[in-house]
């Protein structure tokens, strides 16, 4: 006899997951978001595996719907986050001069 359903236990972590994420993304200052970019693609993709477990081990219909509806927006997120931190990196190359010409006049 269940005291509780799991249902109800897994919309608890849910909002709870929110909760503490919501508080996390906005309390890093700005000027570090973007280098933390790479960091939470890892996290991002514990999340995938994590979401595909839900999808494959649950019985019901909306568990699986929302399983692999987490898959589908944790994959955006580490594609998202791959692109920013590529631009980040790239702001930070040293661009080529061109060199020099020869008809200039010092």
Do not use: C, Q
């Amino acid at each position: 006899m269940d005291i509780v359903s799991p249902t109800i236990i897994n919309l608890i972590i849910f909002v709870l997951a929110i909760y503490v994420g919501f508080h996390v993304v906005w309390n890093v200052t700005p000027a570090l978001h973007t280098p933390l970019m790479a960091v939470t693609n890892a996290i991002s993709a514990i999340v995938i595996v994590g979401a595909m477990l839900a999808a494959g081990l649950t019985e019901g219909p909306l568990a699986k719907t929302m399983g692999v509806l987490a898959v589908a927006l944790a994959a955006v997120n580490v594609f998202g986050g791959f692109l920013v931190t590529r631009r980040m990196l790239e702001m930070f190359k040293k661009k080529e001069r061109p060199a020099p010409s020869k008809d200039a006049k010092p």
